[in-house]
Structure formats: structure tokens, C-alpha cells
């Protein structure tokens, strides 16, 4: 059963830092492509960046600079290094998983969320 678990969320000043980190089981972690999206209120879920199995990553515009999005095969982590963050970086934050070989694609499979809330 294929679980992603993640934590870090919380308070932040704008200016502040958070990490977020996301463990996943039940599956081969390191064959698998991660990504960060999130959803701020009374909008729809955003892809916020990727790190794909060979260690390429990709960012959406608005955290490019800012974030950085790492992985952990060894202990089947994924984790994203959220500085200079501003208020409109305020959502739950949720992990995913998704397995691509040539036209095979296995999930994305999803955690539960984190919040996120930067206010002064």
C-alpha cells in the first residue's frame, strides 16, 4: 500500500523559511518521480516543483529562487527548502508520487496535506 506521509508545515513570517519533508512507502521510492503541489484557499492545486527519479527538477515560476526541492533515496524522502516566503505562499501543501517508464505511468499517488500559513 503505497503511503506518503508529510510534515514541516506550520507558521512562518514572511522573509522566514520552512522545510517540508514527505516519506513514502510501499513502494520503489527511487524509480518514482516527487513533486510538491499546493492549494490556496479558493484556488486550485498548483504544481509547485518536481525532482524526477535521475534528479532533474523543475519550478513554478513563482518559487523559482526561493524553493528548493531535494531527495533522500536513502530514506525515501523528499523534501522542499521553502525561504523568502510570502504571504501568497499560504496553502496545504501536498506530495506526490508518480512512477513514468516510456508509456507506463503508476499513480500519482497523493499525501494528506500540509498547511502552510505565512503571516506576520
Same mark, same amino acid.
Given at each position: 500500500?503505497?503511503?506518503?506521509? $508529510?510534515?514541516?508545515?506550520?507558521?512562518?513570517?514572511?522573509?522566514?523559511?520552512?522545510?517540508l519533508s514527505c516519506t513514502g512507502s510501499?513502494?520503489?521510492?527511487?524509480?518514482?518521480?516527487?513533486?510538491?503541489?499546493? /492549494?490556496?484557499?479558493?484556488? $486550485?492545486?498548483?504544481?509547485? &516543483?518536481?525532482?524526477?527519479?535521475?534528479?532533474?527538477?523543475?519550478? &513554478?515560476?513563482?518559487?523559482?529562487?526561493?524553493?528548493?526541492?531535494?531527495?533522500?533515496?536513502? $530514506?525515501? =524522502? #523528499?523534501?522542499? /527548502?521553502?525561504?523568502?516566503?510570502?504571504?501568497?505562499?499560504? &496553502?496545504?501543501?501536498?506530495?506526490?508520487? $508518480?512512477? #513514468?517508464?516510456?508509456?507506463? #505511468?503508476?499513480?500519482?499517488?497523493?499525501?494528506?496535506?500540509?498547511?502552510? =500559513?505565512?503571516?506576520?
Amino acid at each position: 500500500q503505497v503511503q506518503l506521509v $508529510e510534515s514541516g508545515g506550520g507558521l512562518a513570517q514572511p522573509g522566514g523559511s520552512l522545510r517540508l519533508s514527505c516519506t513514502g512507502s510501499g513502494f520503489t521510492f527511487s524509480s518514482y518521480n516527487m513533486g510538491w503541489y499546493r /492549494q490556496g484557499p479558493e484556488k $486550485e492545486r498548483e504544481l509547485v &516543483a518536481t525532482i524526477s527519479s535521475g534528479r532533474r527538477t523543475n519550478y &513554478a515560476d513563482s518559487v523559482k529562487g526561493r524553493f528548493t526541492i531535494s531527495r533522500d533515496n536513502t $530514506e525515501n =524522502t #523528499v523534501y522542499l /527548502q521553502m525561504n523568502s516566503l510570502k504571504p501568497e505562499d499560504t &496553502a496545504v501543501y501536498y506530495c506526490n508520487a $508518480e512512477g #513514468v517508464w516510456g508509456t507506463v #505511468v503508476v499513480g500519482p499517488y497523493w499525501g494528506q496535506g500540509t498547511q502552510v =500559513t505565512v503571516s506576520s
